[in-house]
């Protein structure tokens, strides 16, 4: 089965920085490319950076570029986000999600990232 | 940048009935890169359709997806209890590399 389980949410003042991880399991982490979605609290889904199999290909949304890192271990079977220079509207639940193809067919259930003085 | 517009932002329905959300882009989305996400309260998303009319693993044949272009539909055939949820399209766009959600389509008990 596999799983995908993210950490490292939590308080953090504007300015801050936060790294959240991924652990997967139950498929070969290493074939895959990964991604970072959020979803801030009542509203909808936002793409955040994507990370193929090998690391040489990265991509990010516009709102992150500059702040955000996403990186992996596939030794590790991780993934991470740095996230550097956080504001209020960073504030959201982020998840790690797995790519199919270029869709994203399975999700952890996500950590909460709360920017707030 | 490609924007997704869902409508209805709410639908309030029946079980058994049928549910037709719609998906608008704001320019033709090329090679299929049209998919369809659940999300119950307190869930991650749940991929349902993907490349516009394939239905993902173990996903029930009531959920089809349609269309092309601009143009996109997600539709329930019979309403199940476990169906009232939120609906969220998505498009990947290659040039670059970058993946847009709809605003969401929330299916709520009638």
Sequence with gaps: EVQLVE???GLVKPGGSLRLSCVASGF??????????RQAPGKGLE?????NSDSTYIYNADSVKGRFTISRDNAKNSLYLHMNSLRAE????????????????CWGQGTLVTVSS | EIVLTQSPGTLSLSPGERATLSCRA???IGSNYLAWYQQKPG?????????????????PDRFSGSGSGTDFTLTISRLEPEDF??????????????WTFGQGTKVEIK
């Design chain 1, 28 to 37: 070969s982490f290493s074939s895959y490319s990964m991604n970072w979605v």
């Design chain 2, 26 to 28: 704001s320019q033709s």
């Design chain 1, 47 to 51: 793409w955040v950076s994507s990370i």
């Design chain 2, 85 to 98: 949820a939120v609906y969220y399209c998505q498009q990947y766009d290659s040039s670059p590399p970058t």
């Design chain 2, 43 to 59: 869930q991650a998303p749940r991929l349902l359709i993907h490349d516009v009319f394939t239905r993902a693993t173990g996903i």
């Design chain 1, 90 to 105: 960073d504030t959201a639940v982020y998840y790690c999600a797995k790519s199919l193809g270029w869709n994203f067919d």
């Design chain 1, 7 to 9: 950490s490292g949410g």
